[in-house]
């Protein structure tokens, strides 16, 4: 698999959007940063700073409630996976993870019919802790405002990409994002061993469009870095005002590989402190097929960079769950890596389809 080689993540100022020699400027930058890197920053973005603050602040309260209460909001009550995941309860790349999270997501009706495909009950509502009422607008502020900055770049991708028109890649939206609150407890001071503990093991994002991530601990707080072309892992410094964004695995395939989902993973030494993030994950449309999304832009994205000209053909293939997996939609591929990843709720709501889907490597 094809991957660049890089020593830095660049810095994109979103601001130089709105003149014409500056946008021109950025837009270049932006297309480096999707071809080479596929992972950068941005900064003066245009979220309000109180609607981060308020989330940064809410983080320490919400998983500080008692267990109880955690508890009654718990993922395992949600066919949607929508709620609280307690530490190790989900693995990465074969290890436990240690980390706790919250997952919301727009708030949608669950379908009603019976007659939609089964994937559709991923679309649900979320589980709002009984007592800590006031994170719901905090969190229904947050997700609106980043439902905006994801429009407003996925503007900017298609323009730096050369598209005709971001019709398209619009068209390949959900009406659902996902948000993440994510807490990384310290790690115990244990002389004997220089091991990395696992926060999140090494993956490519498979269930956005797009993340925008924000790092919602003090800069000194390290944990994140992303895999070079030359098999080092970079770090990702937390910088102020900042969001990161990397590219998930549907937008890979789409541009038939011309802009890579890269691999990252969060992992600490022996006594760091604790880590707060917030993951935003930007969605694909449920239904959208692996035909439409490796065909529709395939001419476009054909020979699209001279920099192609030396990868041989294999290596244009896109590694890819979704193109490599069994299952024809975006929807049905993500249903089948949300129930991998959470067995508990796989077994208590999608029975019918459990086995196959565990068992179809
Ligand atoms: O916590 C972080 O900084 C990254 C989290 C992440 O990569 C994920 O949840 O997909
Ligand atoms: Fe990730």
Redesign the pocket.
């Known amino acids: 698999m094809n991957q660049h080689k890089f020593a830095k993540i660049p810095i994109l100022d979103l601001s130089l959007a709105d003149a014409p020699t500056s946008r021109t400027r950025l837009l270049k930058d932006l297309r480096h940063a999707l071809t080479e890197v596929g992972f950068l920053y941005i900064v003066n973005h245009g979220v309000p700073e109180v609607a981060i603050s308020d989330i940064i602040d809410a983080l320490p309260n919400l998983f500080s409630l008692p267990a109880q209460a955690k508890e009654e909001v718990a993922l395992h009550n949600s066919p949607h996976f929508l709620g609280y995941s307690s530490l190790r309860s989900e693995t990465t790349a074969g290890k436990a993870d240690s980390r706790e999270q919250f997952e919301f997501a727009t708030e949608l009706e669950a379908p009603t019919s019976g007659a939609e495909p089964l994937y559709e009950l991923l679309r649900g509502p979320n589980q709002w802790p009984p007592s800590y009422p006031s994170i719901r607008p905090i969190i229904g502020t947050y997700l609106s405002e980043l439902t905006a900055l994801g429009e407003r770049f996925l503007r900017l991708v298609a323009e730096s990409l050369s598209l005709p028109s971001d019709e398209t890649l619009f068209s390949f939206l959900s009406d659902q994002h996902r948000l993440?609150l994510?807490r990384y407890p310290p790690t115990p001071l244990d002389t004997c061993s220089d091991d990395l503990i696992q926060?999140?093991g090494p993956?490519k994002?498979s269930s956005g469009w797009w993340?925008f991530?924000l790092?919602a601990s003090s800069p000194e707080v390290r944990?994140?870095q992303v895999l070079s072309g030359d098999g080092s892992w970079v770090e990702v410094p937390n910088i102020p005002g900042s969001f990161v964004v990397n590219i998930g695995q549907a937008f890979e395939v789409v541009t038939g590989g011309v802009c890579k989902a890269t691999t990252?993973r969060?992992v600490f030494p022996p006594g760091a402190p604790e880590r707060y993030?917030v993951?935003f994950f930007q969605g694909v449309r449920r239904s959208l097929t692996k035909e439409e999304a490796s065909e529709t832009l395939k001419k476009h994205f054909a020979g699209f960079l001279d920099r192609r000209v030396d990868d041989g053909p294999e290596e244009a293939e896109v590694d890819s769950s979704f193109l490599k997996g069994k299952y024809d939609t975006w929807g049905e591929s993500q249903l089948r890596t949300k129930i991998r990843s959470h067995p508990d709720v796989g077994r208590k709501f999608y029975g019918d389809v459990f086995d196959r889907y565990v068992n179809d490597d």
């Open positions: 993440k994510v926060g999140v993956h994002d993340t991530l790092q944990g994140l990252h969060v993030s993951p």
